[in-house]
Nanobody, 121 residues
Framework: QVQLVESGGGLVQAGGSLRLSCAAS????????MGWYRQAPGKQRELVAR???????NYADSVKGRFTISRDNARNAVYLRMNSLNPEDTAVYYC???????????????WGQGTQVTVSS
């Protein structure tokens, strides 16, 4: 019905940058909040950044000033620009979106499959 497909993860040295992308597809009527979460080995999944439909944003304290979330409503896409990466940023990053679908007309939260980000020291 609805799919979120992420891309852009990989291996980068400390201090480097990456840009994650996530595109939603399916019988979408509208997309509300979109966001990025991450889960490191042995840890719980945590919020990295979220953006509302009117582009208001919030960030985890650990990434403020280094990461930037943005969205392209025409493409049903959300992006995460990550600068000044450090080894503590190593995790699987997941895209999340709250989507209203058609037939059935419901509002649900969807997750992408995750993309690995590894930062070497």
């Amino acid at each position: 019905q609805v799919q979120l497909v992420e891309s852009g993860g990989g291996l980068v040295q400390a201090g480097g940058s990456l840009r994650l992308s996530c595109a939603a597809s399916g019988n979408i009527v509208s997309i509300n909040d979109m966001g990025w979460y991450r889960q490191a080995p042995g840890k719980q999944r945590e919020l990295v950044a979220r953006i509302t439909s009117d582009a208001s944003t919030n960030y985890a304290d650990s990434v403020k000033g280094r990461f930037t979330i943005s969205r392209d409503n025409a493409r049903n896409a959300v992006y995460l620009r990550m600068n000044s990466l450090n080894p503590e940023d190593t995790a699987v990053y997941y895209c999340n979106a709250v989507i209203t679908t058609l037939q059935p007309w419901v509002v649900s939260a969807y997750w992408g499959q995750g993309t690995q980000v590894t930062v070497s020291s």
